[in-house]
């Protein structure tokens, strides 16, 4: 095996026990919300998937899962702005309530982006659910309906969250300095 060109993510800036504390309240309050309505749940692969897992089974009310891939050019920190769909949803949701659920909104653009593709097939509602907000990034106004935390201007990693690829795996959030 080769060994790793970057240090390992040098702190813990959310505990697996405050996720799935935090996880759980939001899972309750989305299932109170939602208690009839069959919520169409779109996950944006891949870094939505552990948050994913984890908040729908907090969820004792009917659902149907779904999710969205999106190509990012490039493994950087950064996003483009740029963003192209790589895998669609499979099936139709008109009429449907929709939830986004999404790991990190950062300036935002890739949500926006998101929230408007769905919003052309006719939806009964949209809205959107991330596990992180780092607000001070933001260059488009988003309504976040659901929200976990907000964070520091920091790279995280872990719980779904990746850097090119790599600590998605790690069952709490982590900071990676120096990218
Ligand atoms: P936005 O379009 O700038 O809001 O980009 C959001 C996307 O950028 C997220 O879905 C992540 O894929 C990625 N991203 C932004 N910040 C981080 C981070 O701190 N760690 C890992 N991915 C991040
Ligand atoms: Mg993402």
Do not use: W
């Not at 897992?53 to 009917?62: C, F, G, K, N």
């Not at 779904?66 to 950087?76: P, T």
């Not at 976040?144 to 935390?149: K, P, W």
């Amino acid at each position: 095996m080769r060994p790793a060109e970057a240090g390992p993510p040098s702190r813990v800036l959310i505990s697996e026990d405050e996720l799935r504390a935090r996880v759980a309240a939001l899972g309750q309050a989305i299932a109170r919300d939602y208690a009839d309505a069959n919520p169409v749940l779109v996950g944006v692969l891949k870094g939505a998937l552990v948050f994913m897992a984890d908040l729908i089974r907090e969820m004792p009310i009917e659902i149907t899962m779904d999710f969205m891939a999106l190509s990012s050019y490039g493994s950087g920190t950064r996003s483009s702005g740029v963003v192209k769909l790589a895998a669609d949803l499979s099936m139709p949701i008109d009429d449907r309530d929709v939830i986004l659920v999404e790991d990190i909104i950062d300036t935002g653009r890739t949500v926006s982006y998101l929230k408007r593709n769905l919003e052309t097939r006719h939806p009964r509602s949209v809205r959107l659910c991330a596990l992180l907000d780092k607000i001070e990034r933001r260059e488009v106004e988003v309504d976040i309906h659901y929200l976990g935390f907000t964070i520091p201007n920091v790279f995280v990693v872990g719980y779904g969250l990746d850097h090119a690829g790599r600590y998605r795996n790690l069952p709490y959030l982590a900071v990676l300095d120096h990218v």
